[in-house]
């Protein structure tokens, strides 16, 4: 039996904002929405039927990376161009970026991408495995990923 990721479901304090970020700046389609006050949530999709990412509106604090759970959330881009189409969008709703552009995964690597958060403090990342040959790695003794 092989398993590989179905969804990625993220807890956000507040629907509305969140889905502004994953729709509007990142590009995901809306599939289905709840709009109950009690139980509102958003399934997100690239395109195709299936959700790739869910928001549930259930969290009464920001994302906390000193607990166990999720380190981070990384989508992959066909290319480094497309990281900086987006890299250019997020900068544009005013994200803050944990390094400065486009960083290597680690020292010599062909792989990076860019490293930010979502309007809940959630670690996200959007890389492409080719193209980061010339950019900077910020750690010499860990991949970039794993300290951010």
Same mark, same amino acid.
């Given at each position: 039996?092989?398993?590989?990721?179905?969804?990625?479901?993220?807890?956000?304090?507040?629907?509305?904002?969140?889905?502004?970020?994953?729709?509007? +700046?990142?590009?995901? !389609? #809306?599939?289905?929405? =709840?709009? $109950?006050?009690?139980?509102?949530?958003?399934?997100?999709?690239?395109? /195709?039927?299936?959700?790739?990412?869910?928001?549930?509106?259930?969290?009464?604090?920001?994302?906390?990376?000193?607990?166990?759970?999720?380190?981070?959330?990384?989508?992959?881009?066909?290319?480094?161009?497309?990281?900086? +189409?987006?890299?250019? !969008? #997020?900068?544009?709703? =005013?994200? $803050?970026?944990?390094?400065?552009?486009?960083?290597?995964?680690?020292? /010599?690597?062909?792989?990076?991408?860019?490293?930010?958060?979502?309007?809940?403090?959630?670690?996200?990342?959007?890389?492409?495995?080719?193209?980061?040959?010339?950019?900077?790695?910020?750690?010499?003794?860990?991949?970039?990923?794993?300290?951010?």
């Amino acid at each position: 039996m092989t398993l590989r990721t179905g969804h990625t479901g993220l807890n956000v304090t507040d629907l509305d904002r969140s889905l502004a970020f994953y729709r509007d +700046v990142l590009g995901f !389609a #809306l599939l289905a929405e =709840g709009k $109950e006050d009690d139980r509102r949530y958003a399934f997100l999709g690239d395109g /195709g039927d299936a959700p790739v990412l869910t928001l549930w509106q259930q969290a009464r604090e920001p994302y906390d990376d000193g607990r166990a759970g999720l380190h981070h959330l990384a989508f992959t881009a066909d290319s480094m161009d497309r990281v900086r +189409v987006y890299e250019t !969008a #997020l900068r544009g709703a =005013g994200v $803050e970026f944990h390094h400065e552009g486009v960083v290597a995964h680690g020292e /010599g690597a062909a792989s990076g991408g860019i490293f930010f958060h979502d309007p809940d403090g959630t670690r996200l990342e959007i890389s492409a495995p080719l193209g980061a040959e010339q950019a900077p790695a910020p750690h010499t003794s860990a991949p970039t990923c794993g300290f951010f």
